[in-house]
């Protein structure tokens, strides 16, 4: 039976954590609130609900969970004091499910989480396009990425390359 169980996460690879879990295959949520709503009621600004924390929803009895322990963001399962993990109740986490202020941006959430510091993308416009590189940093939907050209890792800072120019590989 699917539970949810707590992971604690290293708060700046909150997004990392994200994708590499969701390669593995695990449904994961870390909660968000929404700290600045324009007067349209367009999300503006969200911040952690439990900063340093989130959910992975698994099945003991058949998934895997041992590598969530070392999955690159991911520091540990909770609690730590036993040897398997405890789950929590699946209505709280349902109840953040749907109180979620990005309830209804689903997917743009997982665009945004499809683009993280350590990713491999293609750069699909302008000058530099066809070439490809490694995601430094992100600045809203603007990142630094360090290309690889002629077999030697080119850092590019100035100017920086919207998202919409780039495809994750």
Request: net charge positive; no cysteine; charged share 20%.
């Amino acid at each position: 039976m699917q539970r949810w169980y707590v992971i604690q996460i290293v708060p700046q690879l909150r997004k990392v954590a994200g994708v590499n879990l969701e390669r593995q295959g695990y449904r994961y949520f870390f909660p968000r609130l929404a700290t600045k709503v324009s007067s349209r009621g367009v999300i503006l600004e969200t911040q952690p609900l439990f900063k340093g924390y989130g959910f992975v929803q698994l099945d003991l009895d058949t998934d895997h969970w041992t590598p969530i322990r070392s999955t690159r963001g991911v520091l540990r399962m909770l609690p730590v004091s036993s040897l398997l993990p405890r789950p929590i109740e699946t209505d709280f986490v349902d109840f953040l499910l749907e109180n979620s202020p990005l309830a209804k941006v689903e997917k743009l959430t997982e665009i945004v989480q499809d683009y993280a510091p350590g990713m491999i993308v293609r750069i699909n416009r302008g000058v530099l396009e066809g070439y490809y590189g490694t995601i430094v940093m992100q600045q809203g939907k603007l990142f630094e990425v360090l290309l690889n050209i002629k077999n030697k890792d080119q850092h590019l800072r100035n100017p920086l390359i919207p998202q919409r120019d780039l495809t994750v590989i």
